[in-house]
């Protein structure tokens, strides 16, 4: 079966296209094929799916999209994920409209693609609303963190520090991770402000570790700082893979927009 190899700012996925075809991929073969030293190496793995036809949802979608994180779990969104699979599905020939509805566990998100040379340059995807945003305070280990949960589709945990780049991201972002405030357990977001328009984020992923960018926690991190009054509307937030736009309207849904990348398209067997 041949897959693809892409990214969004470095978090990579292997991208299957199961419109026509069934794909079994237990935990084991997701595990396997995610493994950097003896796998393909990802952070993750996309099924681009058609959408199930006993959906009763009012809105017409044109793909479903299923998502696992390295581990084996599955996660309900991922806005770098959603990006390749916008790429993939125009550049692959599975549809040639601009403007996608893409049917997720985190809802239905749309996908607005900006096309140049028949090729997909950058996606603008609407995330939706942030859900149950509130302030709390966690304790793990030696520190008590004041921190914004949320929920963009996933589960976000953002914490303020005053910089990022130094803060020990492998050391908190697990145990807050697995924290008993979060039963399903939640990204973790560490993000200095830099000014009104402008943020530095690193990102642990449930399920994965840390990752080049997170496009879900950009898009919760503006949504804290706008919640904290930090932030204006149109915010750029730096990852270590590059840079994401996070756009708010005056209703409160956010978009993001940021680019995707085919690494390789090549036949496997697993």
């Not at 036809?53 to 044109?62: I, Q, T």
């Not at 603008?124 to 945003?133: A, D, F, L, N, T």
């Not at 807050?176 to 402000?193: A, G």
């Not at 750029?236 to 996070?246: D, S, T």
Request: charged share 25%.
């Amino acid at each position: 079966m041949k897959i693809a190899l892409m990214h969004g700012l470095g978090n990579e996925y292997i991208v299957f296209d199961c419109t026509k075809t069934h794909v079994s991929l237990p935990v084991p073969i997701i595990k396997k094929l995610c493994n950097r030293k003896t796998g393909i190496g990802a952070d993750g793995i996309i099924l681009i799916l058609p959408v199930q036809k006993f959906n009763s949802s009012p809105v017409y979608c044109d793909f479903r999209m299923k998502i696992f994180n390295s581990d084996g779990s599955e996660a309900e969104m991922c806005g770098n994920g959603i990006r390749c699979l916008g790429k993939y599905a125009y550049e692959h020939g599975l549809t040639r409209k601009k403007i996608l509805k893409i049917e997720t566990l985190g809802g239905v998100k749309t996908l607005d693609l900006d096309i140049k040379d028949n090729k997909v340059k950058n996606i603008r995807v609407e995330m939706g609303k942030p859900e149950g945003i509130a302030e709390c305070s966690i304790q793990v280990a030696d520190k008590k963190f004041k921190a914004i949960k949320l929920s963009m589709g996933n589960p976000h945990c953002v914490i303020f520090v005053p910089d990022a780049s130094k803060f020990p991201v492998e050391c908190y972002g697990p145990l807050i991770e697995k924290h008993r405030m979060f039963p399903m357990r939640t990204n973790v977001e560490f993000v200095r402000i830099v000014n009104k328009t402008t943020i530095k984020q690193r990102t642990w992923e449930r399920g994965v570790g840390e990752t080049t960018a997170c496009g879900t926690g950009a898009t919760a991190s503006v949504a804290a700082g706008i919640f904290k009054k930090h932030l204006n509307r149109k915010v750029n937030v730096h990852l270590k893979g590059g840079k994401l736009l996070i756009e708010a309207s005056p209703d409160g849904t956010l978009c993001m927009t940021g680019p995707a990348k085919e690494l390789f398209y090549k036949s496997v067997s697993f």
